[in-house]
């Protein structure tokens, strides 16, 4: 039988109480001492052969002190209830499924015991809801075709908070699992939930509510439809099944997390608020273990939903694709050790893929890294003895080296070349990159992590990536330090080689003008040739037409240069006016400088002033002298008349 099994002779954990207690019912009566599901407050009740107190729900409303008969004859209280105000009558479990008139859990009716039957109520649920999951129609921890969950009702609360919500998860007013951390609403609230694990929407489903004050519009504790469904997730009763007695057994780390930073019970007190708040400090800051018992904890990573300390920045998406083969190992070498002892990695590497003759492996680059470590991309070549060779795909490699039967190659490759991690090359493909974007990272708001996508400056580009922790940021800082250096360093080698094609150009114009001069020597050289051969070539004929023409255009060139007026004209004037200024320069005398009478008369004025000054200084030089000589001679008298006395 697959139905929850509500007390177990092991001792269990309790799901959200404080400390380990044994419940107020035992199962079916065992004698053994077992911790059951306490509900939501706190227990101290024995097992079914001893008196045991009353369960006293979501904070205990009220207790019994009624006796009832228990199963096998045990006596103990009624159960009051998980939303009454006052004490419940009426007799508690009759065993097995025996007869006899109980009012339940606080349920009007004809109760049938422990869960059999068709019409036995269930944990406060009205129509014809079963038990405790059993009988043809039970639909899991007490549901029924009206029932509300755990403890609906009037006007009780939920998990001991105010105001007018109902249940543990239901309503839409209810303040929920935990208030007092910013303007939350319910730890999991939602329209139409009803019971504690009914209905398709999990544990913190619903609208846009905030779970615990995490900010950013983020939606409630486990939102994203199916992305965390510990409490209430699938189409039928929650704690009917085998598996759900197994999430009771081990509850989930969230809900404890959120236990401890909203609810935790050890002292009992009001300390049990001032942990909550140092609980609540730590979450934020994401490190620390969070006390929500007087025996248990839960460890604060910076990957839970409260720390604070959360970005998402953007990183280059790869361009090699999977076929070109680039396989990344990083080792926690320097760049000079690396390519020093680059030989032996590739004997290393080739040993790993079986030492086949038609396989090479090449070294395509050695990047430097952060913390003195350098990435080697290789590849792989496969060379058949018929076809084209070809590279081996990346993904190959890398599906190789992380098959489980090839464990011992993969530790062996690690120690040899000291690596420390690697991994293939290769972009990501539309359907990859859609699926990386669709899915949130752990412990990042859904609506940051959207809001990260739309923000992206170069879609093409680049890829939204988590940073959690000052630890990543450091070390994408180290990254981005190192990625800075190679930047530099790529700028330094562009500045010299424009320093250098700047050095070549000025030696290509200087070449230039001199091949243009002796091209212009050339061609005047080549006239002469021309000029002569053509002398030698004519000789003895008459003159042409050409020629004629020829004659006629030069002679009236000539003419226009021996112009007046025209250009030798303008010659003559240059020349002479060159010869002009050449003859004034070498006779012109030297130059005389004249002052104008009030120019003068300051200057000599300054002169005297400075006369002056130096004449007082003379003076007061003279008559510290005079001084010093006095007070010398005082000094002679003063010693000669201590050595007379």
């Known amino acids: 039988m697959s139905g929850f099994s509500f007390g177990t002779p092991a001792t269990q954990s309790s799901m959200f109480s404080s400390a380990a207690s044994t419940p107020a019912f035992t199962g079916f009566g065992q004698p053994v001492t077992s911790t059951g599901f306490t509900g939501f407050g706190t227990s101290t009740s024995t097992a079914a052969p001893t008196t045991s107190a009353a369960f006293t729900g979501f904070g205990g409303f009220g207790t019994t002190t009624q006796a009832s008969t228990g199963g096998f004859g045990g006596t103990g209280t009624g159960f009051a209830g998980f939303g009454t105000g006052g004490t419940s009558t009426g007799t508690g479990f009759t065993g097995f499924g025996s007869g006899g008139t109980s009012t339940g859990f606080g349920t009007g009716g004809t109760g049938t015991g422990f869960g059999t039957g068709l019409t036995g109520t269930g944990f406060g649920t009205g129509g ?12 899991g921890f007490g549901t029924g075709l009206t029932g509300t969950g755990f403890g609906t009702g009037g006007t009780s609360t939920g998990f001991g908070t105010g105001g007018t919500g109902t249940g543990f998860g239901t309503g839409i007013t209810s303040t929920g699992f935990g208030t007092g951390l910013g303007s939350t609403s319910g730890f999991g609230t939602g329209g139409s939930t009803t019971g504690f694990g009914t209905s398709t929407l999990g544990f913190g489903t619903g609208g846009t509510t905030s779970a615990f004050g995490t900010g950013l519009g983020s939606t409630a504790f486990g939102t994203g439809g199916s992305q965390f469904g510990a409490f209430g997730t699938g189409t039928t009763g929650l704690l009917g099944t085998q598996q759900q007695q197994q999430q009771q057994q081990q509850p989930d780390a969230l809900t404890i997390m959120a236990q401890a930073v909203s609810l935790p019970q050890i002292f009992g007190d009001e300390r049990d608020v001032i942990i909550a708040k140092w609980n609540q400090l730590q979450a934020l800051w994401g490190t620390g273990r969070g006390f929500f018992n007087q025996n248990q904890s839960v460890p604060f990573t910076p990957d839970n939903p409260f720390c604070k300390f959360k970005a998402v920045g953007y990183s280059c998406l790869p361009t090699a694709k ?3 083969g680039f396989f990344c190992i990083i080792i926690k070498r320097d760049v000079e050790t690396m390519k020093a002892h680059q030989t032996q990695a590739i004997d290393v590497l080739h040993k790993t893929f079986g030492s086949k003759p038609n396989y090479t492996v090449c070294v395509e680059a ?7 470590k350098s990435e080697l991309v290789v590849y792989v070549l496969d060379r058949p003895q018929s076809g084209p060779t070809k590279r081996v795909p990346a993904t190959d490699i890398y599906d190789f080296l992380m098959n489980p039967a090839n464990a011992m190659v993969k530790s062996q490759l690690l120690n040899q070349l000291d690596a420390d991690k690697f991994y293939p090359k290769t972009s990501m493909s539309p359907e990859q990159l ?16 959207k809001q990260a996508i739309f923000d992206n400056p170069d879609a093409e580009q680049l890829i939204p990536v988590p940073m959690i922790g000052f630890k990543e940021l450091h070390t994408r800082l180290k990254q981005q330090e190192q990625q800075t ?15 250098d094609s700047q050095t070549k150009h000025s030696n290509m114009l200087a070449k230039l003008e001199d091949y243009k001069r002796k091209q212009l020597e050339l061609g005047h050289r080549l006239l002469k040739v021309i000029v002569r051969q053509e002398f030698s070539r004519k000789m003895g004929f008459a003159i042409q037409a050409e020629e004629e023409q020829l004659r006629v255009k030069l002679e009236t060139l000539q003419v226009e240069l021996n112009h007046p007026t025209q250009f030798k004209g303008r010659l003559n004037e240059l020349m002479s006016q060159i010869r002009m200024q050449n003859h004034l320069s070498a006779t012109k005398p030297d130059v005389n400088y004249q002052m104008e009478p009030s120019l003068q008369l300051e200057i000599k004025q300054i002169l005297k002033q400075q006369q002056e000054g130096l004449h007082h200084l ?20 003063s010693r000669a008349s201590v050595s007379k006395s």
Not at 366 to 372: F, G, L, Q, R, W
Not at 485 to 499: F, K, N, V, Y
Request: proline fraction near 5%; charge should be negative; include cysteine.
């Open 322 to 324: 999977n076929e070109e």
């Open 618 to 637: 003379i003076q007061i030089i003279k008559e510290d002298a005079q001084d010093i000589n006095m007070i010398e001679q005082s000094l002679i008298d």
């Open 434 to 449: 859609k699926q990386y974007l669709d899915t949130q990272p752990a412990g990042i708001d859904p609506l940051l992590w």
């Open 485 to 499: 250096r190679l930047h530099q360093q790529r700028l330094d080698l562009i500045a010299e080689d424009l320093s």
């Open 366 to 372: 050695v990047n430097p890294c952060p913390d003195n």
């Open 128 to 139: 014809t809801g079963t038990g405790f999951g059993t009988g043809n129609t039970g639909t």
